[in-house]
């Protein structure tokens, strides 16, 4: 609260993926942050935790997409092999219309990543907390089963995008600093 005010943020983002627009969301897209730790533990207090290392974070970005053809036709394909929901069949693997393809069994899913841009509308209290958000390598996430509905409804697709982490350099020496970031905000 501001001077008796309730300060609340709220405002639409559009995204896209691979550079492609990815349509209208059924409701915003939510950033998930998962941290992971090792408990230590020592027999002086038995099973109590009494710290913790830091093992690392997980983040993912969640959204339900309302426009199915906008999506199906990131990348310019038309076919949902290789939209955001489909990523095995890009980055080299020609996808064919109208055939689901498996891809290649064996692949590093990183090779199939884009960036995910989320941009929030303008003149909204949005436009500038962030303005922006970049996840610079962003894909489907594993184990997510994405659910079509074909039915007199809408054509909702759930999605969970999984953003890898971004080194800013390639040398050992810079794989363990701070400068590794998953998303970047302007």
Known sequence: MVNGAIYAIAGPYSGAWN?????VT??????E???YSEPVRGDNLGDSIQDEIYRGTDVYVNYTLMEHQQAADANGT???NSSPWWPQSISGHNPVANNAQIG???????EYAAALILSAAALT???ALPATITFPYALLA???????LYASRVRRVPMRMICYPVAAGLTPA???TSTIYYYSTT
């Open 19 to 23: 550079t492609s627009f990815l349509g």
């Open 26 to 31: 059924e409701d915003g897209y939510e950033l």
């Open 33 to 35: 942050h998962t941290f």
């Open 78 to 80: 038309g076919s949902p």
């Open 104 to 110: 290649v069994v064996g692949d590093s899913r990183g």
């Open 125 to 127: 209290p949005a436009a």
């Open 142 to 148: 594993t184990n997510f089963p994405v659910r079509i």
């Open 174 to 176: 810079t794989q363990y």
